[in-house]
DNA sequence: GCAAAAGTGTTTGGGATACACCCATGC
DNA sequence: GCATGGGTGTATCCCAAACACTTTTGC
C-alpha cells in the first residue's frame, strides 16, 4: 500500500558527536568539509539518511564513510540525542538531522582521512551549520549521564586505575573532585570490583586496577556529585 | 541551490504525547483512527510534517487538526522527546516520527471533535503503531522531569493548594507522599510562593493558595526525592 | 633520599525519612 | 458535634563535604 502523501518531506540526515578523552582532555571527533557549504569548516560526521535504513543504521554507514570510524567497533556506548530542524540551518534547503552521541577510547580512523581530526570541546575550531549547539547540547548530556549512570566506562580500558576513572570524570565535568571522596563514594557504588592486578609505571608506587561490573548503561543507585 | 540527493528520504511525521490530570490521574489524548492502517483504535495526534516547517510547527498544526487542541495556547509546557524510526513502524512504509511530550490543564478540545478523547496512562486502550512505546517512554520521562525542575506548574492552575501540588506529583509518579516531609522540601525549594488568598471549599478548613515564581522550566536547586 | 603518584579516616552539617495530632470549616 | 481535608514539629540516620599525611616505587 501506498502512503498518499500530501507533503513532500525535509531532507534527513544523521549526524554524529563522538566523544573521546585525549591527555585528560574531552574532545570531539570532527571532519574538515571538502565541499561547499561550509567548504574548509570543521563538522560533525553525518550525511544522508536513506528510506529503509534506520538513523542508527544510516549513522553508522556514514560515519563510516565520512570519517573512517566504525561505530559498533569502536563506541561502547551510543544513543539519540536531539532531533534539530530549524529550517534555515543548512543553506541547501529544509534538512532536519537526528543526532546521536558516542563515547569510546582511542577511537581510530584510517590514516587516508587526512580531513578527520579530534578536538577539545572547550577549544573547537570554527564549525559548520548548528553543529556548536549540537556540540554543548551533547556535552551537557553527557555530564548529567555521568552523574547518574554508569557510563564513564565507555571512555576507559577494560582495567583501569582508581585516578584514571577520577580524571575521566574531571575531564567531562570540566572540575576538580577530591580524591578521598571520590573513591568513597564510587566504591560504594558497587559498581566496580578490584583486581589483582596492578598498573607500575613511573617512579612512583603502584596503582591497583579495577573491573566495572557491567559495560552496559544502566543507572545509578544514588545520584553521583 | 539545490541539494544534490543522492537518497529519497523516510516520510516525516510528528506525533504529540498530550498529558493533564483528571481526578488524580495522569491522563493522555487520543484519536480514534477513521481510516486504515489501524482503523478504529487509538492513537496519539500527529500527521506529516511537511519541508518548509519545523517539526514544532508541524506538531501545532496535526494536533489542531487531528484534535482540535491549540498547543501554545492549551499546553504550558511543551518539549521534543525522542525520534522513533524503525522501518516497520507504519505498515505503509518507512516514517520517522519526531515525538513530543506536552503538560497541560483542562486542555480542551471542540465539540466536533468526537473522536478525540482522554486516557489514564495506567488504563490505555489497544494502541495504533508504536504508541504504546512512545507514551511509556513520555511518562518515565516525564516523572524524571518532575523530579529535577519545576515543570508540575503545566499542570496546575496559576493559584493551587500544597494539596493540589502533591496530587500532580502522586499522579505522576504513581506513588503516595508523606505530605509534611513534601511541603517542608517543596517550600525550601523556593519555587512558589503563598498569596493571600485561601480556597475554601468543601466542610472543612479553608487552603492557602500558592503561585509559582516562575512558569518557564528551571532546574531545581537540590533534585527533588 | 627525593620526586611522584597511590592510598587512606574522621569530623561536621544538612537533608531525607519516619511518624501523629490539632485546626478550621460546613452541615 | 462530627466529618473532612488543612496544617504542623521532632528525632534519627545517612550522606556530602572538607581536609593532610603516609606509602610505594624508580631513579
Same mark, same amino acid.
Request: one cysteine or more; a neutral charge; glycine letters at 4%.
Given at each position: 500500500?501506498?502512503? =498518499? ?5 525535509? =531532507? ?6 563522538i566523544? +573521546? ?29 536513506a528510506?529503509?535504513? =534506520?538513523?542508527r543504521?544510516?549513522? +553508522? ?10 561505530? *559498533? ?7 539519540q540525542?536531539?532531533?534539530?530542524? =530549524? ?30 581530526? *579530534?578536538?577539545p ?41 582508581? *585516578? ?26 558497587g ?6 592486578e ?11 586496577l ?16
Amino acid at each position: 500500500m501506498k502512503y =498518499t502523501q500530501p507533503y513532500t518531506p525535509p =531532507t534527513l540526515v544523521v549526524d554524529a558527536v563522538i566523544f +573521546q578523552i585525549v591527555n585528560n582532555q574531552l574532545q570531539v571527533v570532527l571532519i574538515e568539509r571538502a565541499a561547499d557549504p561550509f567548504k574548509g569548516m570543521w563538522a560533525l560526521p553525518g550525511g544522508y539518511n536513506a528510506v529503509g535504513e =534506520t538513523t542508527r543504521d544510516a549513522l +553508522q554507514r556514514v560515519v563510516q564513510e565520512k570519517a573512517g570510524i566504525n561505530l *559498533s567497533a569502536d563506541l561502547s556506548y551510543v544513543e539519540q540525542l536531539y532531533t534539530f530542524d =530549524t529550517v534555515a540551518r543548512d543553506p541547501r534547503g529544509h534538512a532536519v538531522s537526528v543526532t546521536y552521541m558516542g563515547c569510546g577510547r582511542n577511537v581510530e580512523w584510517s590514516k587516508s582521512e587526512a580531513h578527520t581530526a *579530534s578536538f577539545p570541546v572547550d577549544n573547537l575550531p570554527k564549525l559548520a551549520y548548528d553543529h556548536a549547539d549540537i556540540i554543548q547540547y551533547a556535552h551537557k548530556r553527557l555530564a548529567a549521564k555521568l552523574t547518574y549512570t554508569n557510563a564513564v566506562y565507555a571512555f576507559l580500558p577494560k582495567r583501569f586505575t582508581l *585516578s584514571e576513572l577520577q580524571a575521566a570524570y574531571q575531564s567531562v565535568l570540566g572540575r576538580e573532585l577530591d580524591k578521598r571522596n571520590f573513591r568513597k563514594k564510587f566504591l560504594s557504588l558497587g559498581l566496580i570490583h578490584e583486581t589483582d592486578e596492578m598498573k607500575r609505571e613511573g617512579a612512583h608506587r603502584p596503582a591497583r586496577l579495577y573491573e566495572f561490573n557491567a559495560t552496559e548503561l544502566e543507572a545509578l543507585s544514588r545520584s553521583f556529585d
